[in-house]
């Protein structure tokens, strides 16, 4: 029960976009090409749960108990960045010179992501608290949630008329009133999800 109240409560109500605003830029990214979205939600689900799995036990048995917690961002960025780059080099292997690069620029794009990066950072403010399986739902919460604000904002995005916006309001200004009317939402159904399963 404990895995499936930090999977849905990480994904919906503590959602790493909409309800703690990290990562806003990614999904105003992935908002201008809907037709890839599936694939950059799916590598950001991947990065996410990827930098989450390795940030709880890295925190747990290697730098708490050595008294250098204190690195932790650090040791974050530089692993997390390590395990994306191995993975997207395991992807891009058999493929040709042209899709390579466009491989590693999409991984140099998630390594330097702050949600990515957050991910692990809030398990280790937690770690005290926190069990393995908890840690694991959380991760892979955390990166369902970043999917599905991705994938969601885009499409609703995709949908916006831009010729019945007022013209202040075009571009930006209406993708910002978009992302602040889907985090009321988001912030609307807190609780419920988590609440599910305790």
Known sequence: MAFLNALFSAALDQNIVFGQLVGMVIVFLAAERPQDVFRLGGALWVATFAAGLIGWPLYTYVLAPWGIDYMASVVYVLVSAAVIFALGAAVAAPRAKAERSRIYQLCALLAVNAAV??????????????????????????????????????????????????????????????????????????????????
């Open 117 to 198: 990066l957050a991910v692990p950072l809030s398990m280790a403010a937690s770690a005290d608290v926190t069990t393995f399986d908890t840690a694991l739902g959380a991760a892979i919460g955390a990166g369902m949630g970043l999917f599905i604000a991705v994938v969601a904002f885009a499409f609703i995005h995709d949908r916006i008329d831009e010729r019945l916006v007022p013209g202040v309001l075009r571009g930006v200004p209406i993708s910002l009133v978009t992302a602040a009317l889907m985090a009321l939402a988001f912030t609307g159904v807190a609780g419920i999800a988590g609440g599910l399963f305790v």
